[in-house]
């Protein structure tokens, strides 16, 4: 998306990504797919989030920096330093396992014994505190920009997945979150403001796949296409409540496969 963006603008934006990578495992990879700048987890989660490996334009070394906070603070930092208009893609693991007390500063679940079995006993607070964190950390990303900063940045939040079934809460059960196809697995949030988006406060009943990202992300920075293989734009409903996402996905296939539900989606 980076290298389509530039492509399509003539080079126009710095480029980066921060956070989770999880598509190889090559260190050299984001450059040479166009990023820019990359920092970050190479791999899916990290086995201790006060100890672990951060991986920067293609060198990998140990921080004991928490790791919500260090990917907030290697944001500000990139972006401080841009002297054009910027793409970041800020992709935090939390509030991922390992279940785990985040610094205390950062969330109101109080001081909670950090021990294996207390955590084991009453996972919810725990995963809360990293969820709080997060939040947190991305409020003094955005207060880190300056006014005029702000008002030419458009920011779009998404999750990926529902909550992992051992904090599932209602109304949604441990078998109707991440991993299964009922809404609090397949369902989940987005926000999106800041420049360009004139539907203030309203709630857009649009259905939208991650892969739509692509098309709307690069309509945002001038590219004019709005459909790319499996991407088609919702950029216009940024503007104009009546517009309309004329697509709808099926359910074509499912199929059993080690002992784990496959689906095949098709746009139509």
């Not at 334009?57 to 920096?65: F, L, Q, R, Y």
């Not at 935090?92 to 679940?109: D, E, F, G, M, R």
């Not at 809460?169 to 196809?181: A, D, H």
Request: proline content about 4%.
């Amino acid at each position: 998306m980076q290298k389509y963006i530039n492509n399509e603008t003539n080079n126009a934006y710095a480029t980066a990504i921060i956070g989770k990578w999880h598509i190889s495992n090559d260190v050299n990879d984001p450059a040479i797919m166009g990023i820019d700048y990359y920092a970050g987890i190479l791999n899916g989660g990290i086995p201790d989030y006060y100890n672990w490996s951060v991986v920067e334009n293609g060198i990998s070394a140990n921080t004991t920096e928490y790791a919500t906070t260090k990917l907030t603070d290697l944001a500000i930092d990139w972006v401080s330093l841009q002297t054009k208009p910027w793409f970041l893609w800020l992709s935090y693991n939390a509030p991922h396992t390992p279940y785990h007390l985040a610094p205390t500063n950062l969330h109101s679940q109080g001081s909670l014994a950090t021990d294996a079995a207390s955590i084991e006993a009453n996972t919810l607070p725990y995963y809360l505190s990293a969820l709080e964190a997060l939040d947190t950390e991305m409020g003094r990303l955005l207060n880190s920009l300056s006014l005029e900063e702000k008002a030419n940045t458009t920011v779009l939040f998404i999750g990926d997945n529902g909550s992992p079934n051992k904090v599932a809460q209602g109304p949604y059960t441990r078998f109707t979150v991440k991993g299964s196809l009922y809404q609090g697995g397949i369902n989940v949030p987005m926000v999106v403001s800041g420049n360009g988006i004139n539907r203030m406060g309203a709630k857009e009943e649009a259905l939208i796949n991650t892969t739509d990202f692509f098309t709307t992300i690069a309509n945002l920075a001038g590219a004019s296409s709005t459909e790319i293989h499996n991407s088609k734009s919702f950029y216009s409903l940024f503007t104009d409540e009546n517009a309309k996402k004329e697509i709808m996905y099926i359910l074509k296939k499912r199929c059993v496969y080690n002992s784990k539900y496959y689906i095949q989606i098709h746009k139509i």
